[in-house]
């Protein structure tokens, strides 16, 4: 203090940059899931998601028919949410799998995927994706050995396709004897 003046250093004023919490994925839509009556689930692909200037973790969320897993193959492990924790305000590329789930009936499945953090704006990732009738080209012949009593079950077969069991041709909406009527 000098003369009643008080002497400062030399001050640095910087405005500062307003941040935006920002989610990325790789993939906006992703098609091509499907798999005949029966036999699913679908094949699995994958999207990658990251994030930047974050102030919490990131949800991914799938949809009622699909599975996502942070793992693939044989390791896949089903999750009703994924959750990517962010360190630093960050979320590094993660791969995220999907595939629509075993078990559903004969129809298209047209969903999303959503993903969200705090303050970000959410993302969504389309799937398409089907579930397909078994075809009288799939259905040539079935081999059951001795065991006619534990056959499986196929519906859906169209009429007039024929089916060979233990080499006796039956064609598909005929009655055979002590075996019902196949459908």
Do not use: C, H
Not at 67 to 86: D, M, R
Not at 103 to 111: A, F, P
Not at 127 to 156: A, C, K
Request: charged share 10%; aromatic share 6%.
């Amino acid at each position: 203090k000098t003369n009643g003046n008080i002497a400062l250093g030399a001050i640095n004023l910087a405005k500062s940059q307003a941040t935006t919490p920002t989610i990325n994925i790789s993939k906006a839509s992703i098609s091509g899931f499907s798999y005949t009556l029966g036999n699913g689930p679908s094949s699995e692909q994958s999207f990658l998601v990251s994030g930047s200037d974050l102030t919490g973790s990131i949800a991914v969320n799938p949809p009622a028919n699909y599975e996502i897993s942070t793992q693939s193959g044989a390791s896949f492990t089903p999750q009703s949410q994924i959750t990517l924790n962010q360190s630093a305000g960050a979320v590094q590329e993660t791969a995220i799998y999907v595939r629509l789930k075993a078990g559903l009936s004969v129809n298209t499945y047209n969903e999303n995927i959503s993903i969200s953090s705090n303050a970000a704006s959410s993302k969504n990732v389309s799937l398409s994706g089907s579930v397909n009738q078994l075809s009288s080209t799939q259905i040539t012949e079935w081999n059951f050995g001795n065991d006619l009593v534990n056959f499986p079950i196929y519906s859906g077969v169209p009429v007039n396709t024929s089916i060979n069991i233990q080499g006796l041709t039956i064609t598909a909406g005929s009655i055979a004897t002590n075996m019902g009527q196949i459908e």
